[in-house]
């Protein structure tokens, strides 16, 4: 089925251990987002791309890091995790403008750092 | 203060009443959302609108750019419309804000 993958669903987490949560869309899309959202408060944006080899931070991009070598992947990379990363991470794809058309998102990945 | 507010916060509804949930934005915009996610986490996108209003089966989402507020209706509510709905703003400069959402509980 067309939409966007991410992977792990679930992952725990040391302090100071690193990993990355994979996204990939195949509906095509531009633009790809990653999201964190923290309990009872609404997403923040970490970071986002416009196209393959182009990429900007977005609100917390702190302590993350992103690549988007192909159109489809775009892996978000947490170095030495932090408990302050204890997050639901979605991912997101959209054709062109958000504007346009809208997001599609992703599962979610739940990590817990320890 | 947020730039994107939602009222209300939790919203509890008998199946079958008329939901309003409400959204006020303090930004420019291009485009405002409608979120829904379910308790299973699932994000889908229900609207995206810069003027005026949208229907898509019993939902209905309009936007007044000149008061910066926009509402999605609910008609003829049921249990499966459970969930948090979640109210987003996006400009041209790729700027997106969230608000916190509004969960809503339709009982049978």
């Known amino acids: 089925n067309a939409g966007v993958t991410q992977t792990p669903k679930f992952r725990i987490l040391k302090i100071g251990q690193s990993m990355t949560l994979q996204c990939t869309q195949d509906m095509n899309h531009n633009y790809m987002y990653w999201y964190r959202q923290d309990p009872g408060m609404g997403l923040k944006l970490i970071y986002y791309s416009v196209g393959a080899g182009i990429t900007d931070k977005g609100e917390v991009p702190n302590g993350y890091n992103v690549s988007r070598s192909t159109t489809e992947d775009f892996p978000l990379r947490l170095e030495l995790a932090a408990p302050s990363q204890t997050s639901v991470y979605f991912c997101?794809?959209?054709?062109?403008?958000?504007?346009?058309?809208?997001?599609?998102f992703g599962s979610g990945t739940r990590l817990t750092v320890v | 203060k947020n730039e994107v507010e939602q009222s209300p916060q939790n919203l509890t509804a008998q199946e079958g009443e008329f939901i309003t949930i409400n959204c006020s934005y303090s930004v420019g915009i291009s485009a405002l959302h409608w979120l829904q996610q379910h308790p299973g986490g699932g994000i889908v996108s229900l609207f995206m609108l810069s003027s005026g209003k949208k229907k898509h089966g019993r939902l209905i989402a309009t936007i007044n750019i000149q008061e910066k507020h926009s509402s999605l209706h609910i008609t003829a509510s049921h249990p499966r419309d459970s969930a948090v709905y979640i109210c987003?703003?996006?400009?041209?400069?790729?700027?997106?804000?969230f608000g916190t959402g509004t969960s809503l509980t339709v009982i049978p």
């Open positions: 997101a794809s959209s054709s062109l403008q958000v504007r346009d058309y809208g997001y599609t």
């Open positions: 987003a703003v996006s400009n041209t400069g790729n700027q997106f804000y």
